[in-house]
């Protein structure tokens, strides 16, 4: 059974609502929280690529990206959980987990399916929440995983159409 019905949150997968690329983010985590998601990708097969810049590089342990010096570029990862699907994590801070999401990627039940797996597979591994927020609106999330629901949930209202 699925997580969500596309009908029913569909409007959180709007750009008009949440913007191009909606903020999630997994809180108050580790670097060894980091790593269990860098882990996590290589042993879900996940196609994945690590970059500083435009510099594609292999993927250093999560204590080494996250002690860059101050002024460093950010790194990122790209994870492709399923094709045409791309998650995009960035090594900001060491606090938190934050990764971006394309919504024109995730549109119909089939590919809300596929990233309510993802969130799961996520906040499973981690035993935490995995929130998405509006675009620039942190702090305020409209759907997440939830570890005690051990499923993605709603945790807005949706608006009416």
Known sequence: M?????????????QDLMGSLPDLHVPDVSVEDWQAVLQLVA?????????EG???????????????????????LRVWPAAGVLAIFR???????????????LQGQERLDVFCGFLREIG?????????DME??????????????DRVVLLAEPLVR
């Open 43 to 51: 042993a879900q097969g996940w196609e994945s690529q690590y970059a």
């Open 91 to 105: 090594f900001s801070v060491e606090h938190e987990i934050d990764f971006d999401v394309d919504l024109r990627e």
């Open 54 to 76: 435009e510099t594609v590089l292999p993927l250093p342990r999560a204590e080494i990206v996250l002690s860059r010096p101050a002024g460093a570029e950010c790194p990122s």
């Open 136 to 149: 620039g609106g942190h702090g305020h999330p409209v759907l997440g995983f939830d570890v005690d629901a």
């Open 2 to 14: 699925a997580d969500l019905l596309w009908d029913d949150v569909s409007c959180f997968f709007t």
């Open 124 to 132: 499973r591994h981690l035993g935490k929440p995995v929130l998405m």
